[in-house]
């Protein structure tokens, strides 16, 4: 890992010990985004920040693997989450050494014994991820013998608490937009929040965290910006992580995913408003609901993310 590097990791890890988490955004990080001028539909002309993105090419010891666009703040967490996420890296592998060249745009994850993954690339397949998300033909095989833990539970005040918490939290969403947030949680407190331009590399930094910190998922609740696809309920039993939630909508093969294995999974998930459709046993109904209404979006503008409509969901 590079000094210069290093010593951006630390800053960002210092920004998110200030808000109580392990890992948080930094908005004010000047390599994430940058000031752009344009005009508005009045033809007047405005300044606004956009959020930029860079090519990381993955290496796997030797082999080349993918290369990813990113806002690359946490190129180490990505590389061995996307490895972890594909199962390129199994739990007893060693991990010896992670190599990251911000020149060079790419990042070396070296293990103590190289292993051939040319079978499994040419199993790679297209998902429903943006930026062309890829999952590998075996991935299947190891989802459907996970056993997710049926101790947890997720209280409904907690959620709610959740749900303003990320709402709130400053991010580069805030700040610039274009982009997708993930948090993993345990009980109403977050512990670690990233953001990407696609939402599988921000589940893959997770990822990363957790493996490179003996992390589990079991006790764990698992939060995303964006839609539950296939790809996100696959990604998120792969971390052993038994509940879902998103703000979004939902996919009729990510709900037979997650009933298939007892995942909880949540959407559409703003203000004190929910929808559960699988593992509802690990629900407790315990926040007052009064003054809630039966229709529209009860979360005030200041914390809104997005549009409320199902037909915005990105």
């Known amino acids: 890992m590079n000094e210069q590097k290093s010593a951006h990791g630390k800053a960002k890890g210092d920004a998110a010990l200030a808000d109580g988490m392990l890992v948080a955004p930094n908005p004010h990080d000047p390599r994430l985004t940058e ?13 606004t920040r956009v959020t930029v993105e860079r090519p990381l090419t993955l290496y796997l010891n030797r082999r080349e693997i993918v290369t990813m666009m990113t806002i690359c703040d946490f190129p180490e967490y990505l ?4 490895l972890v996420n594909q199962n390129m890296l199994r739990p ?13 745009e790419a990042v070396i994850v070296r293990t103590a014994i190289e292993t051939d993954f040319e079978d499994k690339l040419r199993k790679k397949t297209l998902t429903s991820g943006c930026a062309q998300g890829t999952v590998f033909g075996d991935v299947m095989e190891t989802f459907e013998s996970v056993a997710l833990s049926d101790d947890v539970r997720v209280k409904t005040s907690d959620l709610f608490s959740l749900m303003k918490t990320v709402n709130t939290v400053p991010s580069l969403y805030l700040t610039a937009g274009a982009i997708h947030g993930c948090a993993l949680c345990q009980g109403d407190q977050v512990l670690l929040y990233m953001e990407d331009v696609g939402r599988h590399n921000a589940v893959d930094k997770i990822a990363g965290y957790m493996r490179l910190n003996d992390m589990s998922g079991a006790d764990k609740m698992f939060y995303t910006t964006g839609r539950l696809t296939s790809e996100m309920v696959i990604k998120t039993v792969q971390m052993g992580i038994p509940i ?12 037979e995913l997650a ?37 529209g979006d009860d979360e005030p503008d200041k914390h809104r993310r997005k549009g409320s409509q199902d037909a915005r969901d990105d």
């Open 35 to 47: 000031a752009v001028t344009g005009i508005d539909q009045s033809g007047a002309p405005v300044e």
């Open 79 to 82: 590389a061995v989450g996307y």
């Open 92 to 104: 007893d592998d060693e991990i010896t050494g992670i190599d990251y060249d911000e020149d060079v």
């Open 244 to 255: 879902l939630v998103s703000r979004s909508g939902f996919t009729a093969w990510g709900v």
């Open 259 to 295: 009933r298939q294995v007892g995942l909880t999974l949540i959407g559409r998930a703003r203000g004190k408003r929910f929808v559960a459709l699988a593992g509802q046993n690990r629900i407790t109904f315990d926040a007052e609901m009064t003054g809630v209404e039966t229709g």
